[in-house]
């Protein structure tokens, strides 16, 4: 499943130039990630009570097409891998003409208490529905 969250860029998100400065991508990827858990019923406060933890373990990025001031961005989301130990998200951010901008491969590890601890069956099981097949 591809989840979308929508937002508009603010000047104070800028680089000098008018554009979304690239240390804002990785939060706004964190945001989209997190409004993602809530659609699947599944807020990280809800899996901290469960002792889950999910932790950034690797990203790679792309950036395609500058993202302008006031620009209203789309960023889609979807799970393409997962296992009880670790997960992989795919984000793509699109502006509001449709073109893509930007692109991220993101691998999550999950653990519990600070040290890796395989997902609930449970958990898991609710991810696996979600995966973009």
Known sequence: ???????????????????????????????ARSEALYEMNLAQSDLQ?????????????SFIKAIDHDEL??????????NRIKGKWHQEIYNSKGEKCFNAD??????????AKRLPVEVYELFMHYLEK
């Open 1 to 31: 499943m591809i989840f979308a969250f929508t937002k508009r860029i603010y000047g104070y998100e800028c680089d000098i130039y008018g554009h979304l400065n690239n240390a804002n991508y990785l939060q706004l990827l964190e945001g």
């Open 49 to 61: 009570k469960k002792g889950v933890q999910l932790f950034v373990h690797y990203v790679e990025m």
């Open 73 to 82: 961005i789309t960023i889609k989301s979807c799970f393409t891998e997962m």
């Open 106 to 115: 993101i691998t999550i590890v999950f653990a519990s208490e600070g040290k």
